[in-house]
């Protein structure tokens, strides 16, 4: 393995978004979520009410309306680092995993073009290994990108309330994993379209039907037909609804079986891995 | 080392690109069978579609044969790691548009491996004129300064055997003066050059040996002395041509 090469590739990945500004345009849209939190947030203890905390925007106490008339808002402080991780994992799911598909997938297909893949595979690298590299270079992007946001929002947290909770930087690694996932059959789409619109829309129909495995039961119960499809979809797709399952569980806002884990991540991972298989089977085999 | 050994040697090679749906298309090349001796600058001529950049794409594993074989060095030309020992420059190619000239050399550097780099880097500048501009962006590089850098990216890792598919087009003719002193300087290192070019009188010019290619076949392949005895080199391609498409 030429590990130098590979190293060049997700380099240049890396560099390749930086210059088309989507990579400046996500990090700017995380840093101005932390910067927001950072100064626009406030938090300040209740006197005589130990762990009950009340919220100011901007300076501006957020208040309620109540029996006994207008209140200051009053929240524990448990409550609040629990709702602001829900709505971190709202936003990175789906609208961080699919900016990340947008960037990444429009990188992938820009290796396929003609002149520039000509230079790439007349040099000492295998085409597996170009594939792998460029693949892990998007992943890798969204990996960094996740992890400040999820970094630096748990440490501004703990800094505003006190509360040390890992529990958003491992949810944040788990969508990691499910944008891996859902990278793999992009990538693969990509490679067989040579571009990006009809990978991207592959990829979103496909993760719509993934998540159609929540809805089994739903589904048996208007047709035994559509039940059979469902389940189908949900053995061969990624488990995405079960994964979301898991991120819930981390932030302590759901509940989420041993086995299911490891169930989940298992398959999804098995799903990924055949898609990557069958990029590089394809790509190792296709005349340019 | 022999003087006389083939770097390049392929036998009875033959590619059909398919249709869609795997319907039959065209016959790119149709048992060609060639050698080329290491030191050799070897030109490699035909009209469009004649099939010269097929058979260049096969010797670097960017296309596979249907049937026969190539051989680089003696080896099977599939095999990755003799692309260490060959330098291509692809008549469309795309330089990364968005780096400075001296770091996207540094890139395909690190894609042949090397790890002492700048001092090759800067010497390759040197050579293609681009010293001055090394910290400009690709983007911001005319054809022929981009033509010179694609070259100096073929060049990097010293290699033994140089393809160049129309290595002079964009150029300006003092930028073509300078490829030809160029590729007379790294025969005398003792590199090997297959060019596959239109300008007859380049070819003509700095070739040992020339192979006409015409619709997948060989017509005509011999010293440029063997074939020049009589007429110009441009004439008996014309005559070659016109006469297999009677």
Redesign the interface.
Same mark, same amino acid.
């Given at each position: 393995m030429?590990a130098? $090469?590979f190293? $060049?590739?997700i380099?240049?990945s890396w560099?390749?978004s930086w $210059? &088309?500004r989507t990579s400046i345009a996500l990090a700017l849209i995380v840093l101005g979520l932390l910067l927001f939190f950072a100064f626009g947030v406030g938090v300040r203890e209740v006197e005589g009410q130990p762990g009950m905390i009340t919220i100011s925007l901007f300076g501006v106490k957020l208040r309620v309306e109540t029996l006994a008339g207008e209140q200051s808002f009053v929240i524990p402080k448990a409550d609040f680092v629990q709702a602001l991780e829900m709505l971190a994992v709202g936003l990175l799911i789906p609208w961080g995993i699919l900016f990340g598909l947008f960037i990444t997938t429009g990188l992938f297909s820009s290796m396929l073009? &003609?002149?520039?893949?000509?230079?790439?595979?007349?040099?000492?690298? $295998?085409r597996w290994e170009l594939y792998l590299a460029r693949y892990t270079g998007g992943v890798l992007l969204v990996f960094v990108t996740t992890l400040l946001f999820c970094v630096g929002l748990s440490l501004l947290l703990w800094l505003k309330t006190g509360i040390v909770d890992v529990g958003l930087i491992a949810a944040g690694l788990v969508v990691v994993f499910i944008f891996a996932v859902l990278y793999s059959f992009a990538t693969l789409l990509a490679l067989l379209t040579e571009g990006t619109g009809v990978a991207l829309v592959a990829t979103l129909v496909m993760w719509g039907l993934a998540g159609l495995g929540a809805w089994r039961d739903s589904l048996r119960a208007l047709s035994p037909t559509l039940g059979s499809i469902a389940d189908v979809l949900y053995y061969i797709l990624p488990k995405v609804n079960d994964l979301e399952a898991i991120i819930m569980r981390l932030i302590g806002a759901g509940e989420s079986s041993i086995s299911n884990v490891l169930f989940s991540l298992g398959t999804s991972a098995l799903f990924a891995g055949a898609m990557l298989a069958l990029g590089i089977y394809i790509f190792s085999?296709r005349?340019? | 080392m022999d003087g006389h050994r083939n770097v390049v040697e392929v036998i009875q090679l033959q590619k059909r690109?398919r249709g869609l749906w795997g319907r039959a298309g065209v016959e790119a090349l149709k048992g060609v069978s060639l050698t080329i001796a290491e030191g050799e600058i070897f030109g490699l001529l035909g009209p469009n579609g004649a099939g010269k950049t097929t058979l260049i794409?096969i010797l670097?594993?960017?296309?596979?044969a249907d049937h026969g074989r190539a051989y680089l060095f003696g080896q099977d030309s599939q095999r990755?790691?003799?692309?260490?020992l060959?330098g291509?420059l692809?008549e469309?190619?795309?330089?990364?548009?968005?780096?400075r000239a001296w770091k996207a050399l540094d890139?395909?550097a690190?894609?042949?491996?090397?790890?002492e780099r700048q001092a090759q880097i800067s010497e390759l500048l040197r050579l293609s004129g681009l010293e001055d501009r090394r910290d400009s962006k690709v983007r911001e590089y005319s054809k022929g300064m981009r033509q010179r850098l694609a070259l100096a990216?073929a060049l990097l890792h010293k290699p033994k055997l140089l393809i160049l598919d129309e290595p002079t087009a964009h150029l300006d003719p003092i930028g073509r003066k300078e490829v030809k002193d160029l590729l007379v300087q790294l025969k005398r290192d003792g590199t090997t050059v297959l060019i596959s070019s239109h300008v007859l009188t380049e070819i003509e010019r700095i070739c040992d040996r020339v192979a006409i290619l015409h619709r997948g076949q060989l017509l005509k392949e011999g010293t440029v002395e063997e074939l020049t005895q009589e007429k110009s080199l441009e004439d008996v391609f014309v005559e070659l041509v016109r006469g297999a498409q009677e």
């Open positions: 030429n130098l $090469a190293w $060049a590739i380099e240049e560099r390749e $210059a &088309r073009v &003609r002149g520039r893949l000509y230079l790439l595979l007349s040099k000492p690298i $295998a085999r005349d340019y | 690109y794409k670097l594993g960017i296309t596979f990755v790691e003799l692309r260490r060959v291509y692809p469309d190619y795309q330089l990364p548009e968005y780096v890139f395909f690190k894609l042949y491996g090397m790890g990216q």
